[in-house]
């Protein structure tokens, strides 16, 4: 079949399809979000162009912001899809970058196409190409390489026919899943090559799901068994594996208390009786306190993330760690007792040689004890008061009004602790906290994807005014797509958890609030969100109270639905009313500072960190 390298890097792509978790088929590239310049416009544009009735292409305003939106689908559809980015080459192809990495933190698949500079090297130096003075193959396309699980650059058209497979087995593989960039030169891209039929036949992706060494599971069996106080720490890869009923079975059958991590939030019913809450920094007191008794911690699908372990302060020094990840890397962290494995695969035969076993009761009745008790903070939390609106109110203002078939977005500032900790979900999976990376502008572009990958409820994500300003483009990609979600944007006049994390270790307020920042002004301009949200095609609703808060809600949410647009809602919110969960995190206090607070927090650090557990026994 005689194409150019773009006509049949997008036959195959449209080729490819996925098994979804309920069973059924679905393309596995779903659809394409581009920003054209001459890098790619030609080449893969015009392949895009010719098959534009079978592969949606969404046109984006900022490179990072549509490729994090392509991360968003893929998170939505628990990683059975892939979106697909592209950008022409220099400052559009490097914007992309930072989506990158945010994929590569949190294992999402992600394809990202950047245009490239001439192969022929005949008409260099050209627009936007970065010269190297020792090296004439490197381009700025190189820098994706450090955030990339598979990085191709294709010099010839040929050369796809090796790399494709490489780049569906990344994308699609439990243990390797992440990000693959194939840099596209713009003169192969429109280079013809007699390509073989059977390179663009139709192919299902189902995942591998592994199953575990007998060795390795009877270890892990013995060690539960040997336990008086076993913990379940439930991570994104039950979600992704499908296995949440498997894990919920397996605590419900053994008496296991069950603790999330980020990626694994609202896995289980909040209510469930052997639900002890969110653990770590952002999680909850409740689960932090069972951590900490723990004899045995059965870790399962986590990367056990600094946030998620307390920087390893949450569990006992004793405590005997067994990890169940279909990724070595991460089964094998701090000297666990490693099952590499499919979660749900694990569970289920682990809970088969479990049969008759139990944990003690009075331990499994600690879980509904210690998370009523964080409950009631979170109501007290949450309960109306004066002067400005917390974080904690405004979340349980969306909580209360949110319904199973609901899905809730945040990624950086202090809205991820509000929502990982204080969260109450129904068992559906319905939370994407982006805190893999933490990437301020996820908000709005993630929301983005997972409004087009979801085709029930309505998606709503959470905001600061910073992460607004830092990225707001893809409001109006969304509105002119006609994808609807509501925004709810909270005001508290700058970086205000930073300021809380800088406070907090004995620092001075200093560039974050903007009453700590230099201005030449008596009186410094304020932004309008709500004015600027308008003129990005979304309906707006200002509100001061809590009270207008659920009212705007609910209307926000028949906007988004009816008329296919975002929704903001803007309120002011408090700078300083947070919801704690106890733990201690790391952070680079300086040994030395002229400020007293400094010294004496660096003392407080040091101590902290003699308690840290570096080497677990399995």
């Given at each position: 079949m005689r194409l150019t390298t773009a006509q049949a890097l997008v036959r195959w792509l449209l080729a490819q399809r996925t098994e979804l978790l309920d069973g059924t088929e679905a393309p596995l590239f779903p659809g394409v979000f581009a920003i054209f310049g001459h890098g790619n416009v030609l080449g893969l544009g015009v392949a895009l162009e010719e098959r534009r009735a079978e592969i949606p292409v969404w046109r984006g305003h900022n490179e990072q912001g549509m490729a994090l939106a392509a991360i968003g689908l893929a998170k939505a559809t628990h990683r059975r899809q892939v979106g697909i980015a592209t950008s022409s080459i220099g400052p559009g192809a490097l914007n992309m970058v930072t989506a990158a990495g945010v994929a590569h933190a949190n294992r999402l698949p992600l394809l990202l196409l950047p245009g490239d500079t001439f192969v022929s090297r005949a008409p260099d130096p050209v627009l936007q190409q970065v010269e190297h003075f020792g090296d004439a193959t490197a381009t700025v396309n190189d820098a994706f390489r450090a955030v990339s699980r598979y990085f191709d650059r294709i010099t010839r058209p040929e050369q796809i026919i090796a790399t494709l497979p490489q780049v569906a087995r990344v994308l699609t593989d439990p243990a390797d899943c992440g990000p693959v960039t194939l840099a596209l030169p713009q003169d192969v891209q429109g280079e013809v090559f007699d390509f073989p039929d059977a390179l663009f036949a139709p192919v299902v992706h189902r995942p591998r799901r592994a199953r575990p060494d007998r060795r390795a599971l009877a270890d892990a069996a013995d060690a539960v068994r040997g336990s008086a106080r076993p913990l379940l720490v439930l991570g994104g890869g039950v979600r992704y594996s499908g296995a949440a009923g498997t894990a919920r079975e397996f605590a419900e059958a053994c008496g296991i208390p069950i603790t999330e991590t980020t990626a694994g939030r609202t896995l289980i019913r909040h209510d469930h009786p052997l639900y002890a809450g969110p653990l770590g920094v952002t999680g909850s007191a409740s689960a932090n306190t069972l951590a900490g008794a723990a004899d045995l911690v059965l870790a399962v699908g986590t990367r056990l993330q600094d946030f998620t372990t307390a920087s390893w302060s949450v569990f006992a020094p004793d405590v005997r760690m067994v990890s169940v990840n279909a990724a070595a890397f991460d089964a094998v962290k701090h000297g666990a007792l490693a099952v590499v494995a499919d979660a749900d695969e694990t569970l289920r035969e682990l809970g088969d040689l479990l049969a008759g076993w139990r944990a003690p009761e009075p331990w499994a009745a600690r879980a509904a004890i210690e998370r009523s008790t964080w409950d009631s903070r979170i109501d007290i939390l949450r309960a109306p008061g004066v002067g400005l609106p917390t974080y904690a109110q405004v979340v349980g203002v969306v909580n209360d009004h949110s319904g199973p078939d609901d899905y809730v977005v945040t990624a950086a500032g202090g809205l991820p602790g509000e929502l990982i900790g204080g969260w109450r979900g129904s068992g559906e999976v319905s939370m994407d906290v982006e805190y893999g990376f933490s990437c301020m502008g996820y908000e709005l572009a993630g929301a983005w994807g997972a409004a087009i990958a979801r085709d029930r409820g309505v998606v709503t994500t959470l905001l600061g005014d910073g992460s607004y300003l830092m990225l707001n483009s893809e409001l109006f990609s969304a509105a002119f797509a006609g994808h609807g979600f509501v925004a709810v944007v909270c005001d508290n006049d700058g970086y205000a958890v930073i300021d809380r994390l800088q406070r907090g270790q004995g620092g001075a307020g200093f560039n974050n609030l903007y009453a700590d920042c230099a201005t030449t002004h008596a009186?410094?301009?304020?932004?309008?969100?709500?004015?600027?949200?308008?003129?990005?095609?979304?309906?707006?609703?200002?509100?001061?109270?809590?009270?207008?808060?659920?009212?705007?809600?609910?209307?926000?949410?028949e906007v988004a639905v009816g008329e296919r647009r975002p929704a903001v809602v803007v309120i002011r919110t408090h700078p300083s009313a947070w919801t704690e969960a106890g733990a201690w995190w790391e952070v680079g206090v300086p040994e030395a500072a002229h400020r007293p607070e400094i010294t004496a927090a660096r003392r407080d650090l040091d101590q902290a960190r003699a308690r840290q557990v570096r080497h677990l026994s399995s």
């Open positions: 009186d410094p301009p304020r932004v309008d969100f709500a004015a600027h949200a308008a003129a990005l095609g979304c309906a707006v609703f200002g509100v001061d109270t809590l009270g207008e808060l659920a009212d705007a809600y609910r209307k926000a949410r």
